[in-house]
């Protein structure tokens, strides 16, 4: 099979619109611990304790250079 052809996983780690918590401003990194993501789609930030709400995301999207996050 051709891994070229394969749909990207949906997940924080190839998503625009989530960053690691420990990117974000003080006082927000200090919880990177208990979420380790950090979602942009809406206009208040969203901590993720757990990436599983992104598989089903309406609003996914892939990040536009292809990189994923650390």
């Given at each position: 099979?051709?891994?070229?052809?394969?749909?990207?996983?949906?997940?924080?780690?190839?998503?625009?619109?989530?960053?690691?918590?420990?990117?974000?401003?003080?006082?927000?990194?200090?919880?990177?611990?208990?979420?380790?993501?950090?979602?942009?789609?809406q206009?208040?930030?969203?901590?993720?304790?757990?990436?599983?709400?992104?598989?089903?995301?309406?609003?996914?999207?892939?990040?536009?250079?292809?990189?994923?996050?650390?």
């Amino acid at each position: 099979m051709d891994p070229t052809k394969l749909k990207p996983q949906k997940g924080a780690h190839n998503c625009k619109w989530a960053e690691p918590t420990l990117f974000e401003p003080a006082p927000e990194w200090t919880d990177a611990e208990r979420a380790p993501w950090t979602c942009h789609r809406q206009a208040v930030p969203m901590h993720l304790e757990s990436t599983e709400v992104c598989e089903e995301c309406p609003r996914w999207e892939a990040r536009p250079d292809g990189n994923r996050k650390p």
